[in-house]
């Protein structure tokens, strides 16, 4: 199954759910849709084979007890397609008026493949277990995210949220 026959799959289900998304029964008030990109990433000890473009499409859900859960796609540090199911937790660092934030997630990677098999640990069959710390900024809908992969590198993200209200 290709990227865009997921994503066209996902969109498709969140669309049938109901017509109008505030008026769902699964969603409430304060949950969010947050959808984000790549923007820059750097490797601690780069090699000529590292790839700093990932191509990153994220998107994620999260209720308004701070639990979420997302789907990404990227390119891996070599190029190679690779996809990320998580699941997680986000805690806002008190006192910044909910400006900063902390997320830790955790879930499955798939992609790293052939001569870069093993350049992630327990990958088994093409899939490894992943855990992915970051440090982000909000402001309003704007989201922007220094994220950890290991101890190879890190990723500037930015995002967009569309927050559930009832107003």
């Known amino acids: 199954m290709t990227k865009r026959s997921i994503f066209l799959l996902l969109l498709g289900v969140l669309l049938t759910q109901n017509s109008t998304l505030s008026y769902a029964d699964w969603l409430e008030e304060g949950d969010m849709f947050y959808f984000q990109t790549s923007l820059y990433t750097i490797h601690f000890e780069p090699k000529d084979e590292h790839n700093n473009h990932q191509k990153l499409l994220n998107f994620e859900f999260q209720k308004n007890t701070n639990w ?10 070599f190029g190679q397609p690779s996809q990320y199911v998580y699941g997680g937790y986000s805690w806002t660092i008190p006192s910044t008026n909910q400006l900063l934030y902390t997320k830790v997630t955790a879930g499955l990677m798939h992609g790293y493949d052939g001569e870069y098999k ?6 088994d069959n093409g899939i490894a277990p992943a855990i992915v710390p970051s440090l982000g900024i909000k402001y ?28």
């Open 118 to 123: 093993d350049k992630i640990p327990l990958n």
């Open 140 to 167: 309003k809908s704007v989201h922007s995210e220094l994220t950890l992969f290991g101890f190879a590198g890190m990723m500037l993200t930015l995002g967009y949220d569309f927050t559930i209200s009832n107003h």
């Open 68 to 77: 979420l859960g997302g789907l990404a796609f990227f390119k891996n540090s």
